[in-house]
Every structure is written in structure tokens, then in C-alpha cells.
């Protein structure tokens, strides 16, 4: 588990396939490593990863074809910058949110805009992510713990403080740019818990008035959630 609260910003050393698995080497000077042994937890770019060779200032990292698939990983070139968190501890700030580091997917920056010496970004996620969206609730973005100012169907606005701009890789950030993003644990866990018993039953035939998860209109309204 991770708060959102970028530590450190890294670099990519080496990203390289070795067989069946990719091997992600991560330059990290500014991250204290003295209290990270082989086998911990680093969230890069809001992605948890398993650290399975320690240096003085790096680290490396397995990364699955699924993560690549499923993350920004798969634009990730020699020399990117990235956002670093270390797992919380039981004596952690949680400054941020309750991130898990398992992302949901990838959004893309549609616009940034200057508000003072704040930045206003726009980002699109894919449809299916959109529900779990709402306005001043939190978002994880490249492993940054924002909060949601505006949402408007599959889009919603951030607003990034100057300290943001600088302690995290958003100040490399343009237009077109990929995002690692992750939706908050308590939208997902209550989406299921919703559902009841009917999370259980499946919906592969699929419904013209019924989504993937089994949630409807008439479901909704039936438990109360209609006005």
C-alpha cells in the first residue's frame, strides 16, 4: 500500500526483455534505500513493483507482460522520468490517499491551462473507468494522489500546486501524454458490495440495460439509489 505522496523522482536506467520477463532498472539518487530490502514494494509511476536487485542509488524491478500491457510502462524509453513512493509503514503520514498501486488504466492529458501559479489539467480515462470518477473525490495519477475538481462524462480536471509541479514528473507532462491511473479503493469495493449477492452471477449474455458489473437503473432505484 502506498499515500499518493511522491518521495522522489527516478529515472529509467534500463528496460530490457530477459526471456519471458521484462527487467526495469531504476536510477534513484534522491530515494533513501537504506530501509528497502530485496523482495519490498516501490511504486513507479503509481505501478507496485517487487525490488529484486538493491544498488547504492538503483534498484531493478520484474515487470509481467501484463503489467506493460495494462500500464505506461509499454512507452517507457531509456532516460523517462518517473515518480517514486516506497510502501507505507504503521508509522506513515498519510498525506494522500490509500493507494493500492495496482493501476486501473491509462488516461491520456487532453489540456493544461495556468490558474494563478496553479496548472489546471484536463485527462480522459477510458469509459469503463468513468463511473468511478466524482467531483472532489481522489484520484491517483502516475502515482500522485490528486484530488477531482470537475468530471464530464470520461473526463475530469485536476489542479497541480507549484510544490506538485516540481517534487513529481506532471512538470515533463503535454499534451497527448499517457497517465498511470488509479480510482479510488472505496469506489470499486463499493460497486461489489452494492450488488449484493448478484456479484456472484454472471452476466455473459450481457443486457442492453445492464453493465459488465450487473448494475442497472432499475437495480439501483430498487435499493434506493434513484433519487
Given at each position: 500500500m502506498f499515500t499518493g505522496i511522491i518521495e522522489s523522482i527516478g529515472s529509467v536506467d534500463e528496460f530490457k526483455l530477459l526471456g519471458s520477463e521484462w527487467r526495469l532498472k531504476i536510477r534513484c539518487p534522491g530515494l533513501d534505500l537504506s530501509d528497502v530490502q530485496l523482495g519490498d514494494s516501490i511504486a513507479v509511476n503509481g505501478c507496485c513493483l517487487t525490488v529484486t536487485e538493491l544498488g547504492n542509488n538503483n534498484f531493478c524491478a520484474d515487470v509481467s507482460n501484463e503489467s506493460i500491457s495494462l500500464t505506461t510502462f509499454q512507452y517507457l524509453k531509456s532516460g523517462a522520468k518517473v515518480n517514486l513512493e516506497k510502501a507505507l509503514t504503521p508509522q506513515t503520514?498519510?498525506?494522500g490517499h490509500l493507494v493500492s498501486g495496482h493501476v486501473d488504466g491509462v488516461g491520456e492529458l487532453l489540456s493544461q491551462t495556468s490558474d494563478g501559479g496553479s496548472w489546471r489539467l484536463a485527462f480522459r480515462v477510458p469509459d469503463a473507468l468513468a463511473r468511478y470518477i466524482a467531483q472532489k473525490g481522489s484520484i491517483c495519477i502516475d502515482g500522485t494522489s490528486l484530488t477531482v475538481n470537475t468530471v464530464e462524462g470520461a473526463s475530469f480536471s485536476v489542479n497541480i500546486i507549484p510544490h506538485t509541479q516540481q517534487?513529481?514528473?506532471?512538470?515533463?507532462?503535454?499534451?497527448?501524454?499517457?497517465?498511470?491511473?488509479?480510482?479510488?479503493?472505496?469506489?470499486?469495493?463499493?460497486?461489489?458490495?452494492?450488488?449484493?449477492?448478484?456479484?456472484?452471477?454472471?452476466?455473459?449474455?450481457?443486457?442492453?440495460?445492464?453493465?459488465?458489473?450487473?448494475?442497472?437503473?432499475?437495480?439501483?432505484?430498487?435499493?434506493?439509489?434513484?433519487?
Amino acid at each position: 500500500m502506498f499515500t499518493g505522496i511522491i518521495e522522489s523522482i527516478g529515472s529509467v536506467d534500463e528496460f530490457k526483455l530477459l526471456g519471458s520477463e521484462w527487467r526495469l532498472k531504476i536510477r534513484c539518487p534522491g530515494l533513501d534505500l537504506s530501509d528497502v530490502q530485496l523482495g519490498d514494494s516501490i511504486a513507479v509511476n503509481g505501478c507496485c513493483l517487487t525490488v529484486t536487485e538493491l544498488g547504492n542509488n538503483n534498484f531493478c524491478a520484474d515487470v509481467s507482460n501484463e503489467s506493460i500491457s495494462l500500464t505506461t510502462f509499454q512507452y517507457l524509453k531509456s532516460g523517462a522520468k518517473v515518480n517514486l513512493e516506497k510502501a507505507l509503514t504503521p508509522q506513515t503520514r498519510l498525506g494522500g490517499h490509500l493507494v493500492s498501486g495496482h493501476v486501473d488504466g491509462v488516461g491520456e492529458l487532453l489540456s493544461q491551462t495556468s490558474d494563478g501559479g496553479s496548472w489546471r489539467l484536463a485527462f480522459r480515462v477510458p469509459d469503463a473507468l468513468a463511473r468511478y470518477i466524482a467531483q472532489k473525490g481522489s484520484i491517483c495519477i502516475d502515482g500522485t494522489s490528486l484530488t477531482v475538481n470537475t468530471v464530464e462524462g470520461a473526463s475530469f480536471s485536476v489542479n497541480i500546486i507549484p510544490h506538485t509541479q516540481q517534487a513529481t514528473v506532471i512538470h515533463t507532462y503535454r499534451a497527448g501524454q499517457r497517465v498511470n491511473i488509479e480510482v479510488d479503493l472505496i469506489a470499486r469495493y463499493l460497486e461489489r458490495l452494492i450488488l449484493g449477492d448478484r456479484a456472484a452471477q454472471s452476466d455473459k449474455g450481457g443486457s442492453s440495460t445492464q453493465d459488465a458489473t450487473g448494475l442497472s437503473k432499475a437495480f439501483l432505484a430498487e435499493h434506493g439509489f434513484g433519487h
